[in-house]
Each structure stands twice: as structure tokens, then as C-alpha cells.
């Protein structure tokens, strides 16, 4: 294997092509203690050290950092390494080494979003907010079905009138400008039209 480049991406790493092709990112430090420099050789051998030793230890350690502060969804941690340039072989060991400890869980993750935002979101729009994280139907599906067995959630009615009590909509005395502008501000927080309305024509 031939290194054809080394490209700085920061000012401690740089990118490595090997064969005229990325292959991973090392600190520049690593770069001078293994000897790797462009147009030279680089062993199969120590290109195995990299990748199963260095690598994979070092992306194991970035899921278990990111996890500290917070939950993250499988696809999101996949996201923020592909952002730090890992190779996928690093990248699917990392996640499957991860989710083996229990800490990647995508349905616990999409119960702990509905239980924090369904008191001010419609489903459909907490729905599409984990779809945009990377939940599966299926895991949000199941999600729902644990929130609804421990009555996490709200009516989606109630919500409504909750959401209707915070916009100081006022019922009967509203003209037909202030009902349309309140049914569109609803219809884009994701309620359906006839929950709208009915919510809208029962609010005193």
C-alpha cells in the first residue's frame, strides 16, 4: 500500500489516501511516530494496527463520551463519526459495540422524546421530528404504545384547548381573520383539520 497524500484538516490531524483513496484520519503526532509520510510505503500490517486497534478504540471511546451528556438515536452517532472522517468497518464496530451495552436504544430514546414533548406537540409532529433523527417506524410505534400503557400522554383534544388557552384565543368573540390564522398556527403543529375545528367551535 502506497500513502499518495496526507491532507491536513485541522491543526492536529490530517486525512490519510491510500492508493489514491481516504482511509483514515490520524493525529498529526501518530503520523510521525509510525513514520507515515506521503508517496510511502504503509505494511499491511500496520494498516491493520490503525483500523482494529487505534481506530476502533478510538471511535468506541467518542460514542461513550457523546452518550455522557445526553441520549443519542443509532443514525445520529453514526452522523457525528462520519463528521470526525471514520471508516465505516470502524464505524459499524464502534455502534455495534456500543448498542451491545444497552446505551444505543432507539425505542427507549423516541418514549423519553414523547413523554417530554407530548404535552405541546401533536403526534404526528413528534413523529416527524424522530424520523428526522434517524427512529424507525417501528421504534416509535412501539415507543407510543409504552406511553400510552403508562398514561404519559395527553389527549390530543385537551392539548389543543391548552395550546388554544396559550394563544389567548378567544372563542366565540374571535373574528373569521383571528379562527383561520388560529386553525393554520394548529394545522402546522401537526393536528388533523377535524380536531381543529371541533376543538375551535367548543372553546368558550
Same mark, same amino acid.
Given at each position: 500500500m502506497t500513502v499518495t497524500d496526507i491532507v491536513e484538516i485541522s491543526k492536529t490531524r490530517s486525512q490519510v489516501f491510500i492508493d489514491? !483513496? &481516504?482511509a483514515f484520519v490520524l493525529y498529526k503526532g501518530e503520523l510521525g511516530k509510525m513514520h507515515i509520510k506521503k508517496d510511502g510505503a504503509l505494511s499491511e500490517e500496520r494498516f491493520r494496527h490503525i483500523m482494529d486497534e487505534l481506530l476502533m478504540k478510538r471511535a468506541r471511546l467518542r460514542? $461513550?463520551?457523546? $452518550?455522557k451528556s445526553r441520549d443519542y438515536t443509532r443514525s445520529q452517532l453514526i452522523s457525528k463519526l462520519r463528521q470526525g472522517l471514520y471508516p465505516e468497518t470502524v464505524i !459499524?464496530? =464502534?455502534? =455495534?459495540?456500543t448498542a451491545s451495552y444497552g446505551y444505543i436504544d432507539d425505542e427507549r430514546y423516541a &418514549? =423519553?422524546?414523547i413523554k417530554y414533548a407530548g404535552?405541546?406537540?401533536? #403526534?404526528k409532529q413528534i413523529e416527524n421530528d424522530l424520523r428526522k433523527k434517524g427512529v424507525s417506524k417501528q421504534d416509535i410505534e412501539n &415507543?407510543? $404504545?409504552q406511553c400510552e400503557e403508562k398514561n404519559f400522554l395527553m389527549d390530543e383534544s385537551e392539548l389543543i384547548k391548552k395550546l388554544l388557552e396559550k394563544k389567548k384565543y378567544r372563542g366565540a368573540a374571535s373574528t373569521p381573520e383571528e379562527r383561520r390564522k388560529t386553525a393554520a398556527f $394548529?394545522? #402546522?403543529k401537526g393536528f388533523s383539520s377535524d380536531k381543529i375545528y371541533k376543538a375551535i367551535d367548543q372553546f368558550e
Open positions: 489514491n !483513496e &481516504a460514542c $461513550l463520551n457523546l $452518550l !459499524e464496530d =464502534a455502534i =455495534a459495540y &418514549a =423519553a422524546y404535552n405541546t406537540k401533536s #403526534r &415507543a407510543y $404504545l $394548529l394545522y #402546522r
